[in-house]
């Protein structure tokens, strides 16, 4: 369990920290600097990445049970690329601090319990539901990011009356109302949680029974990348390349539209070129070591998807929210307004910390009447 959240930790603070080198580019547009940087983090890196590490990529997604799995994972992957393009427009119109708050606790609430969903569709009821004290603790996670992201579209509506009231409504006057861009926030965050679906789906449990060194059963990408001689760390790399590359597709019509529409290809015909490009690849990698690293630490325990996918997220808002104070959003709002942002984000920090207690063991899960093979899987962590 802790291998599995200190990735999910690493992989927040490097989603919540990939975008700064953008802010030191010279002569782009804002469509030059996001298209540019869509088009390597979904397509480049990843492509540079698995074809150069992983073996045998032929008979991975050649792989029957890989293979049956893909439509679903790159439609979940589509909807994932409108999501992250409605998050873009979100912050856009509320800024980061609230933009990530709002987008990133609607994925928190919706993709944690999307797995637990995915799994009683295909075990029933009785089998795909996890223990009792283990659901009660998940559902009383959930509901606590949900009263954080309550508190945080209140804070987003005073902070709008507040500026307001400072005068700074002519400043705005081009953006759309404040109400309008937690729409859109909520609304992308909520089909950008089919990453996680995807990401599910691409490592379901084998029907087959066979089994890890911890018990639990083998995911199909994991019996695809170890059957074809890779390590097992490299199921993260196998799943995020049909992940990319499909939610990429809709990112890089969005953009080149954007370009056109905007006149803005002339801009990358710049002397800061080189330097531009050095900058947005980092980006680039740190945005997909960032979705690997989660996957990894997804892959490292039971009810990953659900207990990692809350901490990475919620890593990224803290580190989102503090970049917004430190770049002075929240400068003209009241106390009240700040007061209900820290409680918002207080309420999302202690929902993840219930996530990830459901995942500790207990004795209700170690009585002496379990199998060997499912003692190991529930005190090893």
């Known amino acids: 369990m802790f291998t599995g959240v200190l990735w999910a930790l690493i992989a927040g603070l490097m989603l919540g920290l990939y975008a700064l080198p953008g802010k030191f580019t010279k002569d782009f547009k804002e469509e030059n600097t996001w298209g540019l940087f869509f088009m390597l983090t979904m397509f480049v890196v990843p492509i540079i990445a698995t074809f150069v590490m992983l073996k045998s990529m032929g008979d991975i997604y050649g792989s029957p049970d890989v293979k049956a799995a893909l439509p679903v994972m790159i439609i979940s992957s589509v909807l994932w690329g409108i999501g992250v393009m409605m998050w873009g427009k979100a912050i856009h119109h509320i800024g980061v601090s ?32 996890p223990p009792t004290n283990t659901l009660i603790l998940i559902l009383i996670g959930i509901a606590v990011v949900l009263l954080g992201i309550i508190f945080n579209g209140r804070a987003g509506l005073m902070r709008e009356a507040d500026e307001k009231k400072e ?3 002519k400043e705005n006057s081009g953006k759309k109302s404040m ?8 609304v ?22 066979i089994l ?10 994991e019996i695809a990348v170890t059957d074809a001689g890779n390590p097992g760390w490299m199921v993260a790399l196998a799943l995020m390349f049909p992940i990319f590359l499909s939610g990429g ?44 690293a989660y996957a990894y630490g997804a892959s490292r325990f039971d009810l990953g998807p659900v207990v990692v996918y809350a901490i990475f997220n919620t890593t990224c808002v803290v580190v989102a929210v503090v970049s917004g104070i430190v770049t002075k959003e929240w400068i003209n709002a009241s106390d009240k307004a700040k007061k209900a942002l820290y409680t918002g984000l207080a309420c999302m920090v202690l929902g993840v910390m219930v996530l ?12 002496p009447e379990t199998t060997p093979a499912t003692v190991t899987e529930e005190v090893e962590v």
């Open 167 to 169: 005068g700074e409504t």
């Open 179 to 186: 109400a309008a861009g937690i729409v859109i926030a909520v």
């Open 249 to 292: 597709v809709i990112m890089a019509g969005y953009f080149g539209w954007q370009l056109s529409s905007k006149k803005a290809w002339g801009s990358f015909k710049t002397p800061h070129f080189g330097k531009n490009f050095v900058l947005i690849f980092i980006m680039a990698f740190f945005h997909y070591t960032a979705s690997a």
């Open 212 to 221: 890890n060194d911890a018990g639990d059963l083998k995911g199909i990408m």
């Open 188 to 209: 992308g965050g909520l089909l950008a949680t089919f990453f996680n679906v995807a990401n599910t789906i691409g490592n379901a449990p084998n029907k087959l029974g």
């Open 98 to 129: 609230l933009g990530f708050s709002l987008f990133i606790g609607t994925i928190i609430f919706i993709g944690s319990i999307l797995p637990i969903g995915i799994d009683v569709s295909k075990k029933g009821l009785a089998e795909g539901l």
């Open 356 to 367: 990830t207690a459901s995942k500790l063991p207990s004795s209700q899960d170690t009585v």
